[in-house]
């Protein structure tokens, strides 16, 4: 497997590939990869013929007061998983391959990207969905694997993949969890051993909204209720947001009908963890 750091580069191989008649298939990361990442490269390794996986800490999705410069990496650890998990090629540039000095061009997003996590990172998506147009532009991929972790962004990648044409099946890969429940990210580095015990009331209220779903209630308020009081609970728990949305469009529901996503956003000390699940139709 190859760590490959131009644009160039990963253009050349995947040339070569295609020339073959081989089925690529990406799956775009941060890097800092856990389990969660390990799963998608896993389902991209049965699905086609060459993996890329990319490992970028993009700037441009990060707000200024964010964890740009903190957020984790190490490469040779992902080298490593990347391998034992079957890929073929990770795509690790630096911001100025990515980004050049005088880069302006964005694709932004209205509806979707407002709502949930768009209300406290309103810039957040459009760095996500440029820099993953340009990774699609780049790659070329006939796939790409995304985890059901980050619904919003799911549902937004989708949504550009529909409205600008890509010719890209997105698949998306369910959350991998600790053995308590929560669920794996690259943030949860950041707790502390006191935060990690408290974390996994995330996962913990999430189970109590599902349990009331599954014995009939149809109102997203009582749903909605009943996840923040268990949230509540938990003293090192500030809760950004619990929703009950349309999957698709990301829209608040009041009645619980077609798909459905709960997702909620908890700091846990200074620690903004993300978790959700899907009520399919
Ligand atoms: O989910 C992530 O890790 C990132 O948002 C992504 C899709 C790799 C874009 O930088």
């Given at each position: 497997m190859k760590v490959v750091k131009t644009i160039a580069e990963v253009r050349e191989q995947v040339k070569a590939w295609k020339a073959e008649g081989l089925r690529v298939g990406l799956v775009p990361t941060m890097g800092f990869l856990h389990e969660g990442h390990q799963s998608l490269i896993i389902k991209a390794v049965e699905e086609n013929d060459r993996v890329v996986v990319s490992d970028f800490v993009n700037p441009t999705q990060f707000g200024p007061k964010e964890d740009l410069a903190s957020y984790p990496r190490d490469i040779e650890h992902d080298a490593k998983l990347c391998e034992e998990a079957g890929?073929?090629?990770?795509?690790?540039?630096?911001?100025?391959?990515?980004?050049?000095?005088?880069?302006?061009?964005?694709?932004?997003?209205?509806?979707?990207?407002?709502?949930?996590?768009?209300?406290?990172?309103?810039?957040?998506?459009?760095?996500?969905?440029?820099?993953?147009?340009?990774?699609?532009?780049?790659?070329?991929?006939?796939?790409?694997?995304?985890?059901?972790?980050?619904?919003?962004?799911?549902?937004?990648?989708?949504?550009?993949?529909?409205?600008?044409?890509?010719?890209?099946?997105?698949?998306?890969?369910?959350?991998?969890?600790?053995?308590?429940?929560?669920?794996?990210?690259?943030?949860?580095?950041y707790l502390n051993t006191e935060e990690r015990a408290a974390a996994v009331v995330l996962s913990r209220?999430?189970?109590?909204?599902?349990?009331?779903?599954?014995?009939?209630?149809?109102?997203?308020?009582?749903?909605?209720?009943?996840?923040?009081?268990?949230?509540?609970?938990?003293?090192?728990?500030?809760?950004?947001?619990?929703?009950?949305?349309?999957?698709?469009?990301?829209?608040?529901?009041?009645?619980?009908?077609?798909?459905?996503?709960?997702a909620i956003a908890v700091y846990i000390g200074k620690t903004r963890l993300i978790d959700n699940f899907i009520v399919e139709e």
């Open positions: 890929a073929d090629l990770i795509f690790h540039p630096e911001p100025e391959e990515m980004y050049a000095q005088d880069y302006c061009t964005f694709v932004d997003m209205d509806g979707l990207t407002k709502g949930l996590c768009g209300k406290t990172r309103p810039t957040h998506f459009r760095g996500v969905c440029s820099v993953v147009a340009k990774l699609f532009n780049i790659v070329t991929p006939d796939s790409a694997y995304f985890g059901q972790k980050d619904a919003q962004q799911l549902a937004v990648i989708r949504r550009m993949v529909r409205d600008l044409n890509f010719d890209i099946r997105i698949v998306a890969c369910p959350i991998i969890r600790e053995e308590d429940g929560l669920a794996k990210s690259s943030r949860n580095t209220a999430l189970n109590k909204g599902k349990a009331l779903i599954e014995s009939g209630e149809q109102s997203a308020a009582k749903v909605k209720d009943v996840i923040m009081e268990e949230l509540c609970k938990e003293p090192l728990a500030r809760v950004d947001y619990v929703e009950v949305v349309d999957a698709d469009s990301i829209e608040p529901i009041k009645e619980l009908k077609g798909n459905v996503l709960v």
